[in-house]
């Protein structure tokens, strides 16, 4: 039952239907990759497992760890253990990524129960340290006037933080160079183990590289066509994505 | 209570005999004075009561405007002001601290024998002009109003008697606050709360109004002034922490004036009233000067908060900068209307003035009247207004870390406001308007649950 379980999910934006009886089975403890060509529908996929409101699913069930989250709004699908890293994180301005992510922890505990402030920052800044990321990061407003690595480290900060079941990583290597990636992938492989399965969406081979996957999925016209182990990245590095087309049952 | 509109029936028999019960009260009072208050009252009833075709009143709702059955005495007893005198002190440090309730003197924390003898004068109106009638004389309302409400000033004068002078003498900085309470504790009464602050030469001080009515839910008129002559080179860092009771007429005058060099920074937090009415006013009377007005106002149910602005640069390489927030839920009404003015002989000034609303509802209407008027030719001005609202990729983002939209919500309110908040510079301070925004926000919240 440790598994996000995504079953014959339908999703539609608007009257375009996107996924296409998308299956998959993520269990913890493992990271899966999904590569695909632009427009096949990952980013749909990270989004309506989110909960976004524009995207509608016309059937299917999520489940995570056997219950079903597709009934759910987003916030609570977050405080159930889901997490997103945004492929183009919002700005929110005025609101600190201290007080932001203070929110976010206060938001997962009881009624009247209150965060102890001294082991929350304690613990914000053994992260931001792993992350490489200046303390003073703590009082600027959340992705304001933040660079594409920045804004990326601050999404894998917030996961460290919330210490999710299950983590959907949206093209998280998108607007990273090589300095950054790697320390974008150092903090996720730290978070790596046990009680966390991953699914990595991405375009590009090249953050396998450093996240290494146990499985990884080739989706195209809104569904996995092919999965195989991590050698299965390189043949798509190397044959590109034209081929995979032959592979979408008629 | 009558309810009659007339606009002149408030200057009838009732208010003439409130005036003359309050110049009996007056006796100890200098006959400049009650002159003073003899000739207003005439002016009052003099002045026109603005109309909706008064340019400087466009878009108010001119019938909310009455001020018919208001009790220019009213007084609750001695044991509520004893109590309200304790209240909610505001800030712990602080160099003085002067409490009014139903414009009777409850409280006065006196200045330190050390700032005394270093001529600081921390007084309440009614000792100020006995002691201190030299300094009244030249600036008690020395800044006439430019946006609308002479005839209010009028009336403001006639029966002020609550009030505070802050007087900092050439090369004295004061470092700790001085705090002036004003409540509001009888139903239906009228309060007049009058701030006057004057720095000497290179002095520094910060002065802080709060207005609060002890019931929340009490009918009453309040009609504030102050009045700020910033000296040369001077500093003065005022904050207007406005509280009233949701059925408050509201008013509050706001006149700056900032010499060469000087600097004036105002705050003004608006949460209460039913009608609200707030003009403020700089004059960039020195070169060099500078007047930064900063405003946050959170507006719910049918509360209207209107605020008319002017920046009078008279001298040249003056700066100014205004940014005026608003926050708006349910069916509020907010107008700003803000004019820049800079005279032929004022180069080289620089002055900016932003107004910024965040709707919160649908039904939410906030006017935006920004303006310039310049007769100067070598100068940077520039003039913004933006209406929003809460941003639905934002507002996701959010939810997608679990935070719920209640609580999204409050954050945005929050943020929207921090570029004001986050430039009060005494903490404990900043805790308190914090803790007013999300008092009001709160309120709002469970009205809606």
Redesign the interface.
């Given at each position: 039952m440790s598994t996000l379980e995504i079953k014959n999910l339908n999703v539609s934006i608007g009257d375009r239907p996107i996924l296409k009886d998308f299956t998959l089975t993520i269990p913890k403890g493992e990271v899966h990759a999904i590569m695909g060509p632009n427009g096949t529908g990952k980013s749909t996929l990270a989004k309506a497992l989110?909960?976004?409101?524009d995207y509608t699913v016309t059937s299917g069930e999520v489940l995570l760890d056997g219950k079903n989250i597709l009934e759910t709004?987003?916030?609570e699908?977050?405080?159930a253990g889901l997490f997103?890293a945004?492929q183009y994180?919002?700005?929110?301005?005025?609101?600190t990524i201290a007080?932001?992510?203070r929110?976010?922890l206060q938001?997962?505990l009881a009624e009247g129960e209150e965060l102890d402030a001294t082991a929350y920052y304690k613990k914000l800044y053994q992260k931001m340290d792993l992350l490489k990321i200046d303390r003073k990061f703590t009082s600027r407003?959340v992705n304001e006037g933040f660079s594409g690595g920045e804004k990326k480290r601050c999404e894998i900060l917030?996961m460290a933080m919330?210490e999710p079941s299950y983590a959907v990583l949206d093209e998280t290597d998108s607007g990273l160079d090589i300095d950054a990636l790697r320390i974008v992938a150092d903090g996720v492989n730290s978070l790596r183990g046990a009680k966390l399965g991953v699914l990595l969406i991405t375009h590009y081979q090249r953050l396998l590289n450093y996240i290494v996957p146990d499985v990884v999925h080739v989706m195209y016209d809104g569904r996995i066509v092919k999965s195989g182990p991590k050698e299965l990245a390189l043949e798509l590095e190397s044959k590109g994505y034209d081929w995979v087309k032959d592979l979408v049952p008629a | 209570m009558s309810t009659s509109a007339s606009p002149m029936s408030t200057n009838g028999t009732g208010l003439a005999a409130a005036f003359e019960k309050h110049q009996a009260a007056q006796t100890g009072a200098p006959a400049w004075w009650q002159e003073l208050k003899k000739k207003a009252f005439a002016t009052y009833g003099e002045l026109p009561m603005p109309t909706r075709k008064t340019e400087t009143w466009r878009f108010a709702s001119i019938s909310g405007l009455s001020l018919e059955g208001y009790d220019f005495g009213a007084s609750a007893t001695g044991t509520v002001h004893t109590e309200l005198a304790d209240r909610a002190r505001l800030v712990a440090q602080r160099a003085g601290r002067i409490v009014f309730a139903d414009n009777k003197l409850v409280t006065h924390e006196r200045v330190s024998d050390e700032l005394a003898a270093q001529g600081v004068i921390f007084a309440p109106l009614a000792e100020a002009i006995v002691k201190h009638g030299d300094i009244l004389q030249e600036y008690f309302m020395a800044q006439d109003p430019q946006l609308g409400s002479e005839k209010f000033a009028a009336l403001h004068t006639a029966f002020v008697s609550s009030g505070v002078l802050l007087y900092v003498p050439k090369n004295v900085e004061v470092t700790l606050p001085f705090v002036a309470r004003y409540w509001s504790a009888t139903q239906g009464g009228a309060v007049l709360p009058h701030t006057l602050v004057i720095t000497g030469e290179n002095a520094k001080v910060t002065m802080v109004d709060a207005f609060d009515s002890a019931d929340r839910s009490s009918r009453g008129l309040a009609l504030g002034f102050n009045h700020i002559f910033a000296g040369r080179g001077s500093r003065i860092d005022y904050y207007v922490l406005q509280n009233w009771s949701d059925q408050t007429l509201g008013f509050q005058i706001n006149s700056l004036t900032a010499e060469r060099d000087a600097t004036i920074n105002a705050l003004a937090v608006n949460i209460g009233c039913a009608h609200y009415r707030c003009e403020t006013q700089s004059i960039m009377k020195g070169e060099g000067s500078h007047a930064e007005m900063l405003s946050l106002s959170i507006a719910d149910r049918d509360q209207e908060i209107d605020q008319r602005t002017l920046q009078i640069h008279q001298a040249g390489h003056a700066t100014s900068n205004l940014l005026f927030k608003n926050a708006l839920a349910d069916e509020a009404r907010t107008i700003f209307s803000g004019l820049i003015r800079v005279a032929p002989d004022a180069q080289k000034t620089d002055a900016y003035q932003t107004n910024r609303n965040l709707l919160l509802s649908g039904e939410a209407e906030a006017h935006s009247l920004p303006g310039l008027e310049i007769e100067a030719n070598d100068v940077k001005c520039s003039h913004g207004a933006t209406t929003s609202q809460i941003?639905e990729?934002?507002l996701?983002?959010?939810?997608?870390?679990?935070?719920?939209?209640a609580?999204a919500r409050e954050?945005?309110v929050?943020?929207?406001?921090?570029?004001v908040v986050s430039k009060i510079e005494n903490e404990e301070l900043a805790s308190r308007v914090r803790e007013l925004i999300l008092q009001k926000f709160r309120e709002e919240e469970a009205r809606h649950a």
């Open positions: 989110a909960g976004h409101p709004e987003a916030d699908r977050s405080r997103m945004f994180p919002s700005e929110i301005p005025g609101v007080n932001f992510i929110a976010a938001s997962r407003a917030q919330l | 941003d990729a934002e996701f983002y959010m939810l997608a870390r679990g935070i719920n939209k609580v954050l945005f929050f943020g929207f406001f921090e570029e």
